[in-house]
C-alpha cells in the first residue's frame, strides 16, 4: 500500500522559510515523477513543482512560475522522501500543500511545470503553511 506523508508545514512571517517534506512508503521515489501542489482558501489546486524519475537517468525539476526563484525540490533516495525548500515566502503561498506521485513524467510547457493531475495516482494528505506576519 502506498502512502505519501507531507511534514514541515507551519506558520512563518512573510518573508521566512519553510522546508516541507514528502516520506513515501510502497513505492521507490526513483520511480516516480514527484510533484507538489497546493490549495489555497477559495482557490483551485495547482502545480508547485515537480521532479522526474532517476531511474538511470539524472533527475531534471521543472517550476510554475510563482515558485521559480524562491522553492527548490530536490529528492533523497536514501530515506525516499522529496522535499520542497521554500524561501522568501509571501502571503500568497498560504496554502495546503500536497505531495503527488505519478508514473509519468514531469510535463511541462515553456519551460515551466504543466501539471495533468490526472497522471498522479498517489496523493498525501496535506500540509498546512501559512505565511502572516
Known amino acids: 500500500q502506498v502512502h505519501l506523508v507531507e511534514s514541515g508545514g507551519g506558520l512563518v512571517q512573510p518573508g521566512g522559510s519553510l522546508r516541507l517534506s514528502c516520506a513515501a512508503s510502497g513505492l521507490t521515489t526513483n520511480y516516480y515523477a514527484t510533484a507538489w501542489f497546493r490549495r489555497a482558501p477559495g482557490k483551485e489546486r495547482e502545480g508547485v513543482s515537480c521532479?522526474?524519475?532517476?531511474?538511470?537517468?539524472?533527475?531534471?525539476?521543472h517550476y510554475t512560475n510563482p515558485a521559480k526563484g524562491r522553492f527548490t525540490i530536490s529528492r533523497d533516495s536514501a530515506s525516499n522522501t522529496v522535499y520542497l525548500q521554500m524561501e522568501s515566502l509571501k502571503a500568497e503561498d498560504t496554502a495546503v500543500y500536497y505531495c503527488a506521485a505519478s508514473k509519468n513524467g514531469c510535463t511541462h510547457s515553456g519551460g515551466s511545470f504543466y501539471p495533468i493531475i490526472e497522471e498522479f495516482d498517489y496523493w498525501g494528505q496535506g500540509t498546512q503553511v501559512t505565511v502572516s506576519s
Open positions: 521532479i522526474s524519475r532517476n531511474d538511470g537517468s539524472d533527475a531534471y525539476t
